[in-house]
């Protein structure tokens, strides 16, 4: 397994509750030194038992998950599964995953989102990663009004795909910091849509862009749009409207 060395476009502008319970005791002591070895770069951001006695499931600094037994000695990468007698097999890893994702969308950067409310009431809600000139963000966002009708709730947060020093983070910058934030980013993927030239910035603002983009790399987005549902699940590209209101059984 290659693990990726931390990514240094942006630190994590966020305190996720999930991270900030964990103080390392002596106890980890010899698998933070087997992660040293690894790589001097490489840290734990959260580490767990899992049901299989003396290994432990850890998420590390660059997004990667891995599981080490609790000497440091043995590590692998790649789902972890749990056969009990009498009951259905279990993937621990994708349990993990979604309580993981789940634990991060409470965090106040996650919280901070451009939200486009359903029209009556609300059966459902669903937060997705979007860039400003990502063709299939487009295209989603084109049918806001059809999926706030069938009573979703949309969220965005923002996930600039080139980076931090894009264009496409500056205007999402702007978006938050626009008098109508909604609006502005309605307005910023349509002219990106149709070639034409940003909208005037306006004052900057204290915004949570950055911290967006490092949530969405802390939960394995790669691409936008990348949807989270309420249940942790992770559903990456474009879902058409109708066929998302199935999926999310107000249909």
Excluded at 3 to 10: E, H, N, P, S, V
């Amino acid at each position: 397994m290659r693990l990726q060395m931390i990514k240094t476009a942006t630190t994590l502008a966020l305190t996720l509750a999930f991270f900030a319970a964990n103080a390392w005791a002596d106890d980890y002591a010899k698998l933070e030194a087997s992660l040293a070895r690894i790589s001097p770069d490489i840290k734990a951001l959260s580490i767990e038992s899992t049901p299989m006695e003396g290994m432990y499931d850890i998420v590390l600094n660059t997004g990667d998950q891995i599981y080490m037994s609790e000497d440091g000695a043995f590590f692998f990468a790649g789902p972890m599964f749990q056969n009990p007698i009498g009951a259905r097999l279990v993937n621990l890893t994708q349990t993990s995953g979604l309580k993981k994702t789940l634990i991060a969308m409470q965090s106040e950067a996650a919280q901070k989102a451009w939200v486009f409310p359903a029209v009556g009431e609300k059966k459902a809600s669903i937060t997705i990663f979007t860039d400003i000139d990502c063709f299939y963000c487009q295209k989603l966002h084109s049918e806001m009004a059809q999926l706030n009708g069938y009573g979703i709730e949309v969220k965005y947060l923002a996930f600039p795909r080139a980076g931090l020093q894009s264009t496409s983070y500056q205007v999402l910058v702007d978006s938050w910091c626009a008098q109508n934030p909604n609006e502005f980013l309605t307005k910023a993927k349509a002219r990106s849509h149709d070639k034409q030239r940003p909208q005037k910035s306006p004052p900057l603002c204290d915004n949570p862009v950055a911290a967006h983009y490092a949530l969405g790399e802390q939960i394995g987005v790669n691409g936008t749009p990348a949807i989270v549902l309420t249940s942790g699940e992770l559903m990456p590209g474009y879902v058409p409207a109708e066929e998302m209101a199935r999926r999310l059984g107000v249909l």
